[in-house]
């Protein structure tokens, strides 16, 4: 692996947080098929595949091939609420995912694969103790995904592949206990609840029918994984003496569980000619399984949090033109639909349906080398929502106003394969 | 590589910019001021606008005063700066040059089965012989009367204990008066919310000051009287002109009633629980006084009513407790034992302090000297129906010119009786609940029993932005009470 890869691979590891697509989904598993509209589930051309839709590998016409890629994610909110003059924007933190795939042709009938990828995280701060910092001050979520991967050509036109999916997490979330309760300096009383290295397993299955020479059909699933976060630190600060006279808010721990949904994806791609493809991909995801978002504590304590989410749908197109032999071009668009329902808005995920651009390019520096490069737009419209479900002395309390997202998203790769 | 990757990163900077609302309300002319003029705000009261609360004055009520509310508000529509004489700490309490004169802030201690409000504990940092420099937007001065905004004593530190020391602290020279040094600011909207000392120290006294109605002049008047209303009607005229002088607007507030805050709805007039043996114990030991009075009747002295009034009884239950009333008629020449003794009627009040006294030992040694039971509470321990008829006339006065001088003047009038009123009544709904007067729980009242919280200011703030968007035909947003704390628990 080239150097300056390494390089780009370790920063990405450091902070690997990420937050734009629908729920806390991050759409970004490859540079070439982000430049598509994030295509990809019928579209043969990479090791990414092992992603996209495994079975795809055995039609790949390399030996060996190995991608190396990383976004930056300049996601960004901002929210008012006329009723009260309230005025907040998010602190636009950055954040990186990335991706490794490779993929490797045992023989004519069998391809073998590794991907180690980032498709859940999100990452926001907003202003400590603003107006909504009862439901949120900040958050981390982070996952790796580990997966094996191989492949069986059936026939010429049948191709199937999948493999296990370990996955790894973290989480870190801070909010404050209510929207008034301080110690008796005035410091808001709130919690950070922080888990490292949960883990969990799951798999990737894809199939992949080629009818024709120029049409590629595939199907792809990634089932469902429970994230249970086991006896992570809940750490509340500024508690009132008077409410820990039995210590009943030290070493506290908790317990909580975030399913990352399963995914369906079907799709195809069609080869014009020598310079043009286009493909179509339709996902389904499963975010039905997101009903609450439950944190137990040791001591006693709840904290139950309706989500609701319902199970949404993303649209995608991509086209590619081979401009030279060594430039190739790459533009999509996909619609994203949110899972968030209305009255469930709350403010760690507050978006809406996007409508999303991308466009890039792949490079070929040499025979074996090439650098693909990809930008995204996320595009929504400013949306007037609240989240209903908080609790206040047994009474829902609504928290909203008017929320606009937006994001940009760089990308980079490179792509070694003979 | 690297190159790309920076290449790609300054891309990125350059437009990763933050979504713009179509409306974004913080732009200019998303709110509007109307026919006022926001930027440079000056409020002028007492602890009320000051953001006293919890028997002190202590940062975060400051930085939460109704008028610290306002201006954030008023910043949405042109509104500037607003400085407030921020104190050093959380603590509240005052020193002049090390030597505390005020105590701390009251926070509620927790203990096993009880809770009570005490000082919290620590060394105030707030030296008042550290004097401010430069001007104040909010010049609330805890304890001010309408008579000392315009003293030119008032800020004199060699004038302690007469002088003030929350202005003391700001005070522009040591002849400055409040007023001055607020119109010298050449404020373009102000807030005027004074009067209310001018009633309350007699009330929480107990009673114990003089009714100074008559009396044209204050500075002859003690620090427990109430304020002669010509002489407040007088002042009040000359804080309106003062204010006004330059074509600014503002608004005004009225004085509440002393019978909606919780330092005098919380003890009940019949706080004493007894049961039957008691209640026949006591009656037994206060058979002579009855008797006695009985004579007094028959001998004239007093009416028959006067006698039915004065004769103490018991029952199990809860009794009214025993007082001295220094409106009756005095009986110790007949007898040295039949003093001014009555029990409470629903008329009277007893102030919040006495709840921590009623029902102890007056003597520790002999446990006949329950106090409110066997030693009768005293004139200061309570407000009769007869003082409370002396603060509620004054008040009234006070109120007719605060709302007649509004209309003259043309500026906005805010009805805190009414809202007060409503707290003690059916109390205001939030997005969160309700507050209510009710010491301790209610919400909109801190632990000295007169303050608000910061919850119950920031309903105290929403009424004077609903009077000024009504009267300035302004579109001022609210502030929303439920992100306001109530009472702090230690």
Known sequence: MPMKSTILLVLSLLCITASYAGGYRIALQGQKQLAMGHTGVAVINASELVFFNPSGLTFLNEKFTVSVGANLVFANISFQNQNYGWHTEDKNGVSTPFNVYAAYKVNQWVSIGLGIYTPYGSGVEYPKDWEGSHLINDISLASIFVQPTVAFKINDIVSIGGGPIFATGNVNFNRNIDRTTTDVNGNRTNVTIDKTGITAWGYNLGLTVKPSEKLTLGVNYRSKIQMDAKNGDADFQNVPEAGNLQGQFDQVTFNASLPLPAELTVGASYTINEKWLVAIDYNRVYWNAYENLNVTFSNGQSSINPRNYKNSSTYRFGIQYNATPRLVLRGGYYFDESPVQSGYFAPETPRNDSNNFTGGFSFKLSDRFAIDASFLYIHFDEIEESYDYYQENGQNVSFGGLYKNNGFVPGLGITYGF | ?490
């Open chain 2, 1 to 490: 590589m690297k190159k790309y990757l920076y290449t790609v990163l300054a891309i990125s900077l350059s437009i990763g910019c933050q979504p713009e609302f179509n409306d974004p309300i913080n732009e200019v002319g998303f709110y509007s001021s109307g026919s006022a003029d926001f930027s440079n705000y000056v409020a002028v009261g007492n602890s009320l606008t000051a953001g006293y609360a919890d028997n002190a004055l202590y940062l975060e009520g400051q930085l939460n005063s109704f008028p610290s509310m306002l201006a954030n508000k008023f910043s949405l529509a042109g509104g500037g700066d607003f400085n407030q004489p921020l104190v050093s700490d959380n603590l509240g309490g005052l020193l002049v040059n090390g030597q505390q004169i005020q105590g701390n802030r009251l926070v509620l201690e927790v203990t096993a089965g009880s809770q009570s409000p005490v000082p919290i504990e620590g060394t105030p940092t707030t030296d008042i012989a550290n004097h401010l420099e430069g001007s104040f937007n909010n010049m609330g001065i805890p304890g001010a009367k309408s008579f000392h905004l315009t003293a030119n004593t008032y800020g004199n530190i060699g004038n302690l204990p007469a002088a003030n020391p929350y202005f003391i602290r700001i005070a522009s020279s040591n002849q400055a008066t409040v007023i001055g040094d607020a119109v010298a600011q050449d404020p373009t909207f102000f807030t005027l919310w004074i009067g209310n000392n001018d009633i309350l120290s007699f009330a929480t006294s107990g009673g114990v000051g003089e009714d100074q109605t008559g009396n044209l002049d204050p500075f002859t008047y003690g620090s427990s009287d109430i304020t002669d209303p010509n002489v407040f009607a007088n002042l009040y005229n000359e804080f309106l002109k003062a204010l006004t002088a330059n074509g600014a607007k503002g608004a005004v507030a009225n004085i509440p009633d002393v019978t909606s805050i919780p330092y005098f709805t919380t003890v009940p007039y019949n706080a004493i629980p007894l049961d039957e043996s008691t209640a026949a114990m006591l009656n037994q030991a206060y058979e002579p006084y009855n008797n006695g009075l009985q004579q007094a009747a028959l001998l004239g002295v007093i009416t028959d009513e006067e006698a039915t009034a004065r004769t103490i009884n018991f029952k199990a239950g809860q009794n009214p407790v025993v007082l001295l009333d220094e409106d009756l008629t005095d009986l110790t020449f007949i007898n040295q034992g039949l003093t001014n003794m009555r029990q409470a009627t629903d008329k009277d009040l007893i102030p919040l302090p006495v709840s921590s006294v009623l029902g102890t030992l007056s003597d520790p040694e002999n446990p006949n000297s329950v106090i409110g039971v066997s030693v009768p509470l005293n004139d200061s321990q309570l407000l009769t129906a007869s003082e409370i008829e002396l603060v509620v006339t004054a008040q009234r006065a006070y109120n007719t010119t605060i709302k007649t001088l509004a209309d003259q003047y043309d500026i906005a009038f805010v009805d805190i009786q009414g809202l007060m009123n409503t707290l003690a009544q059916e109390g205001v709904s939030f997005d969160g609940g309700t507050i209510t007067n009710t010491f301790g729980t209610g919400g909109a009242f801190s632990l000295d029993g007169v303050h608000p919280t910061q919850r119950g200011y920031a309903v105290v703030a929403n009424t004077f932005i609903k009077a000024i968007n009504s009267k300035y035909n302004a579109d001022l947003p609210i502030v929303n009470p439920g992100n306001y704390p109530t009472i702090f628990v230690k």
